[in-house]
């Protein structure tokens, strides 16, 4: 879909075709004696959404913890601005899975932020720049509203919008998302896709997003990787999600047949 909006002849040559993307290489994790990711290789074009799927144990969330540094892991991850031949560790912003939270505490969505952002305690200085910002923060992914909110009286899916509005001060160049597993109700889950994927418009983000649902994966994602150990496969969700291999990771042998009969996919 962005294939073609940056076209640039050598960042196609180097194997990225945009003005920027994210390269993963050669990344492995091995906990103890046992290899969780060997030989991941991908590259995460600017502007695009990328889901990562894959059953449960793949090493979907290990990659997301290695991507952020939070785990030894061996290869490299490059951040590569093609205009200006700038090779570096990208900025990253990240979303959590969940959040474990004290949900009667009286913290509010703008004491996170201040917590967060303000060099002074939030209950010292409050002043009306800065409360402004951070409403301005929270109306980028629809969540203006939550402002005054109780922490622990969120949904999950206004939780995760409010994590979402954090991940993006300072603009990363590369957002790592783990959807949440549960919590989020299906509006809550449309929501925040529909959030996300503004956003990578907006700011010409590079997005990895984890990803259990797989109907949000084929009306979202630019990119799929099918995640287990290794990168089995990717492509565009048409291709991935139609493959053998995706039926067969997630032993729907049954599915297959009915597709070779005339049924659909899923
Ligand atoms: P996913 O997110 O795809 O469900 P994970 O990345 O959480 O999978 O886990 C991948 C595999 O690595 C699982 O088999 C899990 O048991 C194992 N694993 C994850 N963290 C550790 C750890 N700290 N020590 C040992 N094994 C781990
Ligand atoms: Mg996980």
């Known amino acids: 879909m962005t294939e073609t909006r940056f076209h640039n002849h050598d960042a196609c040559r180097q194997g990225c075709c945009g003005l920027c993307c994210t390269k993963i290489e050669d990344f492995g994790v091995t906990i103890g004696s046992t290899v969780i990711l060997k030989n991941v290789n991908l590259h995460i074009h600017c502007g695009e959404l990328t889901a990562i799927i894959g059953p449960n144990g793949a090493g979907k969330s290990t990659l997301i913890k290695a991507l952020l540094g939070e785990i030894p892991h061996t290869g490299t991850l ?148 099918l995640l287990n150990k290794t990168v089995l496969m990717a492509g565009t969700p048409e291709e991935v999600l139609n493959s053998d291999v995706f039926f067969d990771t997630f032993s729907l042998r049954w599915q297959k047949e009915k597709r070779g009969k005339g049924g659909t996919a899923l």
């Open 78 to 225: 490059k951040f590569v601005q093609y205009d200006n031949g700038l090779l570096k560790a990208p900025v990253m912003g990240y979303v959590p899975q969940s959040l474990n939270l004290d949900t009667t505490s009286p913290t509010s969505v703008l004491d996170l932020f201040l917590a967060c952002r303000s060099k002074y305690p939030a209950w010292l200085i409050r002043r009306k720049r800065e409360v402004y910002k951070v409403k301005e923060q929270l109306d980028r992914v629809n969540a203006g509203h939550l402002l005054s909110r109780r922490l622990g009286a969120l949904s999950g899916g206004e939780l995760q919008r409010v994590l979402l509005a954090l991940a993006l001060d300072p603009v990363p160049e590369i957002l790592l998302l783990d959807e949440p597993v549960s919590g989020i109700d299906q509006n809550g889950l449309e929501l925040f896709y529909e959030t996300v994927s503004e956003l990578r418009n907006a700011y010409d983000l590079s997005i990895i997003l984890v990803s259990h649902d797989l109907d949000m994966v084929r009306r979202y994602a630019d990119r799929v990787v």
